[in-house]
């Protein structure tokens, strides 16, 4: 009856021949529909970060809250581990997930099931990354890298040492007497003025 109203209607039937009337009611109500869940979480966590989730429990376009809610994280290694659940408000659960310093990296899955009464069940999944930060992962090409570089600094200082770079450097200054550059310019200014004489 796609134009009934909810509610308590009648059924009246009639038969002129056996004088037969008989009535019998039925009641019409809106149609239940499906119960949604709509799944939230990062895409990439690193060790010691903690994956937060949120889900969304929506009936007819509308939130509503649960009967039951279940969370299992299903781990890379293939263990499982079920999620405490907090509502947050009519409709909208929360949960975390500490992920340990020495967590197996790879792809994390969460399943979520949810019951509400009157209605079907709803299940849906989603899943996330557990990396290795770049720092952990470059921790050893960083410390021969440093090593390296000190070592060359190292053997760079050690090789123009070993030229008299810095030796030459301080007769250029002081001049091979101990006497500053301006007083040997003075006398090669005065030696050259008695020969022009």
């Not at 929506?58 to 299903?74: F, H, K, P």
Request: glycine share 10%.
């Amino acid at each position: 009856m796609p134009i009934a109203q909810s509610g308590v209607h009648q059924v009246h039937v009639v038969d002129l021949g056996a004088f037969i009337d008989v009535e019998a009611p039925f009641t019409v109500t809106n149609p239940t529909g499906t119960l949604g869940l709509n799944v939230s979480v990062g895409t990439v966590y690193f060790p010691g970060d903690t994956a937060t989730l949120f889900i969304a429990a929506s009936q007819n376009g509308s939130l509503v809250s649960v009967t039951s809610l279940q969370i299992v994280l299903i781990k890379p290694n293939n263990t499982n581990q079920t999620l405490k659940v907090t509502a947050v408000t009519t409709g909208v659960y929360k949960t975390s997930y500490l992920i340990p310093t020495n967590a197996t990296i790879g792809t994390y899955s969460i399943l979520v099931q949810a019951h509400l009464t009157g209605s079907q069940n709803s299940s849906a999944i989603t899943t996330f990354e557990v990396k290795l930060s770049w720092l952990s992962s470059q921790g050893k090409n960083i410390a021969t890298a440093g090593i390296a570089i000190t070592g060359l600094v190292g053997v760079a200082t050690l090789g123009l040492w070993q030229k008299g770079y810095f030796k030459k450097k301080e007769e250029e200054n002081t001049g091979p007497t101990g006497n500053s550059h301006s007083g040997n310019a003075t006398e090669e200014q005065s030696g050259h003025r008695s020969s022009e004489k």
